[in-house]
């Protein structure tokens, strides 16, 4: 079992940023893929962004070029640099892991097994 904690969700204008935390803990040993979802009201959840053991990244074209997702390895920890918020970026922001490749995960439309209770994000413009 994999446990995923998100804090450092808020309220924040237009053009402004913040910073996603992701603590991971239990058998994070097991994990290859983490991941960034977000789901606003009414909408589908979306995949924002991935990130593979490896270092490799994914990221939704709706935030390429203003999302960074990185990993600490040593703290498993997750994070998710939002820069230039947009108020469609408002949402419920979940962290994922899943214990196969990201690349693996998406050839074969695999949903993640282990989620996290998601951090709010809302962005005012």
């Known amino acids: 079992q994999i446990q995923l904690v998100e804090s450092g969700g808020g309220s924040v204008q237009a053009g402004g940023s913040l910073r996603l935390s992701c603590a991971a803990s239990?058998?994070?040993?097991?994990?290859?893929?983490m991941a960034w979802f977000r789901q606003a009201p009414g909408k589908e959840r979306e995949e924002v962004a991935t990130?593979?053991?490896?270092?490799?990244?994914t990221y939704a074209d709706s935030v390429k070029g203003r999302f960074t997702i990185s990993q600490d390895n040593a703290k498993n920890t997750l994070y998710l640099q939002m820069n230039n918020l947009r108020p469609e970026d408002t949402a419920m922001y979940y962290c994922?892991?899943?214990?196969?490749?990201?690349?693996?995960?998406?050839?074969?439309?695999?949903?993640?097994?282990?989620w996290g209770q998601g951090t709010q994000v809302t962005v005012s413009s």
């Open positions: 994922a892991a899943e214990g196969l490749a990201c690349w693996l995960l998406h050839l074969r439309g695999a949903s993640f097994g282990f």
């Open positions: 239990g058998r994070t040993y097991s994990t290859y893929c």
């Open positions: 990130i593979d053991n490896d270092g490799s990244t």
